[in-house]
């Protein structure tokens, strides 16, 4: 999370890094500083809100992505499914719904901030000395499908938007309605 | 829009294109897909409805999404701002808001389906011939950045992302609640 401010808007090669992954980093970069945007300031009450009592709220929508970007690190770097020690530790927060909301409440912003860091500190340290052909290797994708290595981090920072999207409406309607 | 299926989750070079614009595009297009799954089916009015009247519709989101394209198309590849003209057209749905919600709405889906199809397939057109470098050019980005055209054209889909996120959210709260 170091990168100048003024290098924002740009999506470039990292330091350190092959020239695909460091685009792919560099967005994943973006997308990060605009989630912790987007939720920056938020209360322990506020983080647990959801609208009309219903759907995701914007605490479990934030421990999602720290459970999506680590479970990707399990099938991408080592190359196989999570164990049920893992799936136990993760499956609440990438299911979400109401056992999600039942268990991932009553923290403060720092708890996600730190879920979501210290996921992205072992990416960065995964990513170093793979090479831009890794993006290409294709393996199996759920039960039907193939995907490479490039869509699956793709969809790690899709997902993240995804969410970051659903948190800013949360947001919103959260601070026009108390 | 006619990639086969099975290249769904593959981010990857896109025939007649140079490599790193086709991965752009490659994602472009998986996102275009998610975009239209999340709408699909979706009556006019359906398309009009809002959480508790508030916030955006499901159909000026998508209108949004079109008159972002085509705007990052005028600044990128014509290298200008938009016409008063331009704007006039554009505006509206770029600004969002109630005025937007006013205007755009009564629509069928089709028409949505029509403006995104329209705006890509000027993009598509538009990045031909282009090569890799051109990503990385630098220009200004509102009153005190910079941002290079990679940054720009992952920011068209980033924004796309951000409200399929509301989209799928605004419906599953609009099925629940009728």
Redesign the interface.
């Known amino acids: 999370m170091e990168t100048l401010d003024?290098k924002?808007?740009?999506?470039?090669e990292t330091a350190g890094y092959a020239p695909?992954i460091g685009?792919l980093l560099s967005?994943m970069h973006?997308?990060r500083i605009t989630t912790l945007e987007a939720a920056q300031g938020l209360t322990s009450e506020e983080l647990d809100y959801r609208?009309?009592g219903?759907?995701n709220s914007i605490g479990c929508l934030l421990y999602h992505m720290a459970c999506v970007e680590e479970v990707y690190q399990i099938v991408t770097f080592e190359d196989r499914n999570p164990t049920e020690t893992e799936f136990e530790k993760l499956g609440v927060g990438l299911e979400l719904g109401e056992k999600a909301h039942q268990i991932i409440c009553n923290r403060d912003l720092s708890f996600y901030i730190e879920q979501l860091s210290h996921a992205r500190a072992r990416t960065m340290e995964l990513f170093t000395g793979k090479d831009d052909s890794w993006?290409?290797e294709?393996s199996p994708?759920g039960q039907d499908?193939?995907?490479?290595n490039?869509?699956r981090w793709?969809?790690v920072f899709?997902d993240e938007?995804?969410?970051?999207?659903?948190i800013?409406?949360?947001r919103?309607?959260m601070e026009?309605?108390r």
């Open positions: 003024e924002r808007y740009m999506v470039e695909s685009r967005m973006y997308v609208i009309g219903q759907g993006l290409d294709v994708f499908h193939e995907a490479n490039y869509f793709f969809h899709e938007i995804n969410h970051r999207g659903q800013r409406l949360i919103r309607h026009k309605n």
